[in-house]
């Protein structure tokens, strides 16, 4: 049995007044499985630690809201992005709380909310807005050196928003979603009208190839994504359209056609054109994807590409694998674990959770 966190705080404290550095792991931050950003009620912000069981397992301050996280694959450490368009980024000590690097994006750039690791651990990749040239970028931090900011590479598009590596390499897969923006007029969209989505596949800093939609869906925004262990990547959209939408959710292997997921005109209604959040079951049989304005979780079957399952939950957003399938949260505090036989629910009230849970 391993000893509880103050037990093992004290543990190490007694190595490194020794003079013994160890090497920290998750598992010294309370073992969590999950990351989420959360509003409490006295308006202050937090980042959790969740544990597959859905307990609290730490819960440490941010400066103003955050959106989704990057964990780092070895050692007890995040980054917490501020929500879009924001201009910084928070390196986290998940063992003490400590503030141990701030990003801030580049003049002219602003950050998305989203980043991903390389294997080793050794660089951050993070999505980015070249809003005076009207370009996606993802910029390229060295996490052994304090997270200085070494490189810049092109998106492969515009509105790059998640970001994934494939497991096994270091090939990252970009969700850009086509939107232009620009800080001085918010969060308005400029170019509905000509945008192009797709999801672009970066290596070294290369874009080695892109996928996207036929013309008639140009105004499907590519937005989330997760990647099962076998490569496939499931992507989620928001309709920037008139009228209703045939899909929102679908699949793509590198090299091959993307493949749309079908539903019912009336589950799509459900959605209200807006995926917010998406995860692959371990196997990468189903994918499960979120609507905070339908208050609506759907699972598909990737075999099938149909709709098998739905759930109503309030103001659900955040969604990951749990186990065989995946666990939800939502801006009520509630956490729901979804197996395929039954539903367990917590309630988590203090807590207002936000957009996205991270898998750790």
């Known amino acids: 049995m391993g000893l509880p966190n103050n037990g093992r705080r004290q543990f190490l404290g007694g190595l490194l007044a020794a003079g013994i550095v160890p090497q920290m792991t998750w598992a010294d931050a309370g073992s969590p499985a999950f990351l989420s950003a959360a509003v409490k009620p006295d308006g202050n912000f937090v980042l959790c630690g969740i544990g597959e069981d859905l307990s609290i397992r730490f819960e440490l301050p ?39 690097a701030v990003l801030t994006s580049p003049e002219g750039r602003h950050f998305y909310g989203h980043g991903a690791f390389s294997s080793d651990g050794r660089l951050l990749f993070t999505t980015e807005n070249d809003y005076e040239a009207g370009r996606g970028c993802i910029g390229v931090w060295d996490a052994q050196k ?3 900011r070494i490189d810049e590479w092109d998106s492969g598009g515009i509105g790059p928003h998640d970001i994934k590596r494939i497991p096994g390499t270091d090939t990252l897969v970009v969700a850009n979603g086509g939107i232009d923006t620009h800080p001085d007029t918010g969060r308005t969209k400029l170019n509905i009208a000509t945008m192009e989505p797709n999801l672009a596949y970066i290596e ?59 539903a019912s ?75 395929k036989g039954q539903q367990n629910t917590l309630q988590a ?8 849970l991270v898998r750790i």
């Open 349 to 356: 009230a203090e807590f207002a959770w936000d957009n996205h």
């Open 146 to 148: 304090s997270y200085v």
């Open 204 to 262: 070294a800093g290369q874009v080695i190839g892109t996928a996207s939609f036929s013309a008639e869906w140009h105004k499907c925004s590519i937005r989330h994504l997760d990647v099962s262990q076998n490569g496939t990547v499931a992507f989620g959209m928001q309709w920037q359209g008139d009228g209703p939408v045939d899909m929102l959710v679908g699949t793509h292997r590198y090299g091959e056609k993307i493949d749309a997921f079908a």
């Open 62 to 100: 941010l400066p103003a809201r955050g959106h989704a996280a990057a964990a780092h694959p070895t050692r007890p450490e995040a980054v917490a992005f501020a929500r879009r368009p924001g201009t910084f980024a928070v390196v986290i000590d998940c063992m003490t709380g400590a503030q141990k």
């Open 265 to 339: 005109p009336q589950d799509m209604r459900n959605m209200q054109g807006y995926i917010g959040s998406i995860a692959s079951s371990a196997d990468g049989r189903f994918v499960a994807v979120t609507s905070p304005r339908g208050g609506m979780v759907q699972i598909y079957d990737v075999l099938s590409a149909m709709l098998v399952r739905t759930l109503a939950l309030e103001d659900v957003c955040g969604i990951s694998v749990c186990g065989d399938w995946f666990v939800a949260t939502a801006g009520t505090g509630a956490l729901r674990s979804i197996s």
